[in-house]
Protein backbone atom coordinates (compact mmCIF):
# COMPACT_ATOMS: atom_id res chain seq x y z
CA UNK A 1 0.00 0.00 0.00
CA UNK A 2 2.99 1.89 0.53
CA UNK A 3 3.80 1.28 -3.06
CA UNK A 4 7.14 -0.41 -2.04
CA UNK A 5 5.91 -4.02 -3.11
CA UNK A 6 5.99 -4.55 -6.80
CA UNK A 7 2.22 -5.49 -8.30
CA UNK A 8 0.90 -4.80 -5.09
CA UNK A 9 -2.43 -2.14 -6.87
CA UNK A 10 -4.91 -1.91 -4.24
CA UNK A 11 -6.37 0.81 -5.57
CA UNK A 12 -6.98 -1.02 -8.87
CA UNK A 13 -8.63 -3.43 -6.74
CA UNK A 14 -11.44 -1.01 -5.13
CA UNK A 15 -14.45 -1.76 -7.49
CA UNK A 16 -13.85 -5.62 -7.16
CA UNK A 17 -13.27 -5.25 -3.16
CA UNK A 18 -16.65 -2.87 -3.61
CA UNK A 19 -18.37 -6.07 -5.85
CA UNK A 20 -17.96 -8.46 -3.42
CA UNK A 21 -18.68 -7.03 0.00
CA UNK A 22 -22.15 -5.55 -1.69
CA UNK A 23 -22.73 -9.19 -2.77
CA UNK A 24 -21.96 -10.47 0.88
CA UNK A 25 -23.61 -7.93 2.94
CA UNK A 26 -26.03 -6.73 0.66
CA UNK A 27 -26.53 -2.88 1.99
CA UNK A 28 -24.44 -0.36 0.55
CA UNK A 29 -23.02 1.18 3.79
CA UNK A 30 -22.16 -2.30 5.62
CA UNK A 31 -20.70 -2.78 2.46
CA UNK A 32 -17.99 0.30 2.22
CA UNK A 33 -17.28 -0.45 6.38
CA UNK A 34 -16.52 -4.08 5.12
CA UNK A 35 -14.10 -2.74 2.40
CA UNK A 36 -12.42 -0.47 4.82
CA UNK A 37 -11.98 -2.94 7.44
CA UNK A 38 -10.14 -5.52 4.98
CA UNK A 39 -7.97 -3.09 3.73
CA UNK A 40 -6.90 -1.91 7.31
CA UNK A 41 -6.34 -5.41 7.67
CA UNK A 42 -4.43 -5.69 4.33
CA UNK A 43 -2.20 -2.83 5.33
CA UNK A 44 -1.24 -4.46 8.68
CA UNK A 45 -0.83 -7.60 6.59
CA UNK A 46 1.21 -6.37 3.66
CA UNK A 47 4.61 -8.05 4.73
CA UNK A 48 2.83 -11.36 4.43
CA UNK A 49 1.79 -10.43 1.03
CA UNK A 50 4.33 -12.84 -1.43
CA UNK A 51 5.66 -10.87 -3.96
CA UNK A 52 4.49 -11.94 -7.56
CA UNK A 53 1.18 -13.60 -5.80
CA UNK A 54 -1.98 -12.28 -7.03
CA UNK A 55 -3.19 -9.32 -5.23
CA UNK A 56 -6.70 -9.12 -6.09
CA UNK A 57 -7.09 -12.90 -4.73
CA UNK A 58 -5.07 -11.91 -2.04
CA UNK A 59 -7.34 -9.14 -0.99
CA UNK A 60 -10.68 -10.49 -1.77
CA UNK A 61 -9.27 -13.78 0.54
CA UNK A 62 -8.88 -10.89 2.81
CA UNK A 63 -12.24 -9.43 2.59
CA UNK A 64 -13.76 -12.84 3.05
CA UNK A 65 -12.78 -13.63 6.47
CA UNK A 66 -13.38 -10.01 7.72
CA UNK A 67 -16.84 -10.71 6.91
CA UNK A 68 -16.66 -13.81 8.32
CA UNK A 69 -15.13 -12.47 11.28
CA UNK A 70 -18.09 -9.88 11.06
CA UNK A 71 -20.99 -12.47 11.40
CA UNK A 72 -19.46 -14.08 13.98
CA UNK A 73 -19.18 -11.36 16.28
CA UNK A 74 -23.15 -10.57 15.71
CA UNK A 75 -24.11 -14.28 16.12
CA UNK A 76 -22.26 -13.50 19.62
CA UNK A 77 -24.07 -10.59 20.28
CA UNK A 78 -27.15 -12.46 19.32
CA UNK A 79 -26.52 -14.36 21.68
CA UNK A 80 -25.27 -12.42 24.83
CA UNK A 81 -28.21 -10.27 24.22
CA UNK A 82 -30.99 -13.12 24.22
CA UNK A 83 -29.21 -14.70 27.28
CA UNK A 84 -29.53 -11.10 29.02
CA UNK A 85 -33.26 -11.01 27.43
CA UNK A 86 -33.70 -14.48 29.54
CA UNK A 87 -32.21 -13.58 32.42
CA UNK A 88 -34.28 -10.05 32.44
CA UNK A 89 -37.47 -12.04 31.76
CA UNK A 90 -36.85 -14.18 35.50
CA UNK A 91 -35.74 -10.77 36.90
CA UNK A 92 -38.75 -9.57 39.09
CA UNK A 93 -40.02 -6.38 37.60
CA UNK A 94 -39.91 -2.98 39.52
CA UNK A 95 -42.82 -1.21 40.68
CA UNK A 96 -44.60 1.43 38.56
CA UNK A 97 -42.98 4.23 41.39
CA UNK A 98 -39.80 2.54 40.94
CA UNK A 99 -39.62 1.64 37.52
CA UNK A 100 -40.51 5.22 36.37
CA UNK A 101 -38.06 6.71 39.11
CA UNK A 102 -35.39 4.38 37.28
CA UNK A 103 -36.09 5.47 33.75
CA UNK A 104 -35.75 9.39 34.92
CA UNK A 105 -32.47 8.47 36.52
CA UNK A 106 -31.32 6.94 33.57
CA UNK A 107 -32.19 9.45 31.29
CA UNK A 108 -30.34 12.22 33.48
CA UNK A 109 -27.18 9.75 33.17
CA UNK A 110 -27.56 9.54 29.49
CA UNK A 111 -28.56 13.36 29.52
CA UNK A 112 -25.05 13.99 30.92
CA UNK A 113 -22.05 15.45 28.42
CA UNK A 114 -20.85 12.91 26.65
CA UNK A 115 -17.06 13.55 28.44
CA UNK A 116 -18.50 13.00 31.87
CA UNK A 117 -20.94 9.98 31.24
CA UNK A 118 -18.13 7.97 29.34
CA UNK A 119 -16.09 8.76 32.88
CA UNK A 120 -18.78 7.78 35.20
CA UNK A 121 -19.59 5.05 33.26
CA UNK A 122 -15.50 3.57 33.27
CA UNK A 123 -15.40 4.09 37.34
CA UNK A 124 -18.59 3.62 38.59
CA UNK A 125 -20.07 0.85 36.53
CA UNK A 126 -17.42 -0.81 34.62
CA UNK A 127 -15.26 -0.59 37.92
CA UNK A 128 -12.31 0.72 36.73
CA UNK A 129 -9.82 1.84 38.89
CA UNK A 130 -9.45 5.88 37.92
CA UNK A 131 -5.98 5.68 36.35
CA UNK A 132 -7.33 2.82 34.07
CA UNK A 133 -10.25 4.47 33.21
CA UNK A 134 -7.78 7.62 32.14
CA UNK A 135 -5.63 5.32 30.34
CA UNK A 136 -8.62 4.05 28.38
CA UNK A 137 -9.97 7.73 27.68
CA UNK A 138 -6.23 9.07 26.71
CA UNK A 139 -6.61 11.90 29.50
CA UNK A 140 -4.80 12.63 32.63
CA UNK A 141 -6.12 11.28 35.41
CA UNK A 142 -7.01 14.70 37.33
CA UNK A 143 -9.31 15.04 34.39
CA UNK A 144 -10.74 11.95 34.84
CA UNK A 145 -11.60 12.54 38.58
CA UNK A 146 -12.91 16.27 37.62
CA UNK A 147 -15.02 14.72 35.35
CA UNK A 148 -16.29 12.45 37.61
CA UNK A 149 -17.11 14.35 40.29
CA UNK A 150 -19.63 17.19 37.98
CA UNK A 151 -21.24 13.92 36.37
CA UNK A 152 -21.81 12.69 40.23
CA UNK A 153 -22.78 16.51 40.98
CA UNK A 154 -25.25 16.76 38.61
CA UNK A 155 -27.15 13.29 39.44
CA UNK A 156 -27.07 14.27 43.30
CA UNK A 157 -28.63 17.56 41.98
CA UNK A 158 -30.89 15.49 39.72
CA UNK A 159 -31.85 13.33 42.79
CA UNK A 160 -32.44 15.97 45.14
CA UNK A 161 -34.41 17.92 42.84
CA UNK A 162 -36.47 15.57 40.64
CA UNK A 163 -40.00 15.19 39.61
CA UNK A 164 -39.52 12.09 41.98
CA UNK A 165 -37.58 13.00 44.75
CA UNK A 166 -39.40 11.09 47.09
CA UNK A 167 -37.73 8.24 46.41
CA UNK A 168 -35.09 7.62 49.37
CA UNK A 169 -33.43 4.30 49.38
CA UNK A 170 -31.37 5.06 45.63
CA UNK A 171 -27.60 6.05 45.72
CA UNK A 172 -25.56 7.59 43.57
CA UNK A 173 -23.12 4.98 42.67
CA UNK A 174 -19.51 6.67 44.52
CA UNK A 175 -21.10 9.16 46.26
CA UNK A 176 -20.38 10.32 49.96
CA UNK A 177 -22.07 7.67 52.55
CA UNK A 178 -24.44 10.81 53.49
CA UNK A 179 -26.41 11.26 50.47
CA UNK A 180 -29.39 8.50 50.47
CA UNK A 181 -30.98 9.37 47.49
Known sequence: MNGKTPGFNVIGQLAALRRYALSLVRNPDEAED????????????????????????????????????RLRQRRSLERRHDAAADLAERAMPANQDHSV?????????????????????????????YQEAADTLKIPVGTLMSRVARARERLRTFEQS???????????VGGTGDDKQ
Open 34 to 69: LVHDALVKAYERQSSFRTGANVRNWLMSILHNAHID
Open 101 to 129: RLTQLRDAFFGLPEDQRAALHLVAIEELS
Open 162 to 172: GPAATVTHLKI
